[in-house]
């Protein structure tokens, strides 16, 4: 395999709760069911997805960091940093509150923006896929996963004060159009839908007529199976494998391989 058949898709949106460590944690497992070698990266702070999974506080998950701040780090110290457990299908690093200093200590270098294209490349050889659960917030964390991203998936919640947060991500995507050589590449994705209220049709219908084939087809309901994963520690695949969501996500999976 060589580094261009790996896709990296990072999960952004500057809202807040929009689904985006779920839409990391089960297209994640849903591209492995797939039989996609895939890596999940927590690039949060609060590091949802890593707690999601059970990975407590653990000074070997401060490791991260190198990941933006090491100079020449090495394939092996990357590999070094993965957690492979056959209860959450993909492989994983885990994020750590750690990461909430890489804002300050990455300001200081030279091109601040290519630190995580330059780190992923090295093991894009390894996976299909790599995907990057990132911060809500703006900042250098969201600017690198961004710049390494072949694609970046924007899960957007089916209500009206959505639509209004989703303008600072564009206005992100925008901005980085304007300093590097290419364009950003995303799509949306319809999260948390509820077929039996009148807002959330009206919300996917502006969607769809605003972002058209930037639209994922597939779109996400709202699933109370998610949570419950998420209480257990579990993937919802390892659980619910016949919910809705658990479906939903496989048919987005099989949207992003075709
Ligand atoms: N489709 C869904 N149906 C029902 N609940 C969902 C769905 N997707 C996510 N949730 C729940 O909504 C909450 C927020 O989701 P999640 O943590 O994935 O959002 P987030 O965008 O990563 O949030 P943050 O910006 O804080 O990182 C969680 O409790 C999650 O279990
Ligand atoms: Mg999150």
Redesign the pocket.
Known sequence: MNNSECQILA?T?Q??????????LTLGAALVLLRRKTLVIDL?P?A?ATIHLTYYSDTQNEKVVDIFLKDEISKEEILGLIKRDKRHFFDFIPGSVKLSMVEGELREKKSKGLSLKKTLSKITSYYEFIIL?C??NFGLILINALVASTLTVI?IQTEFLALHGLKLTFDTIRMLNRVIDRKIEYRALA???DQRIGACRRVVEVLKRTLKEKMFKTI?????K??E??ARGEIIYNLYPQSR?AKQYLQLAKEIVL
Do not use: C, E, L, Q
């Not at 809202?15 to 990391?24: H, L, P």
């Not at 996400?220 to 109370?224: E, Y």
């Open positions: 999960i949106n809202k807040g709760g929009v689904g985006k460590t779920t839409t990391a949060d609060h949802s659960d911060p809500p899960p999260t948390m839908y996400i309901s709202v699933d109370s998610f949570r994963a998420s969501g």
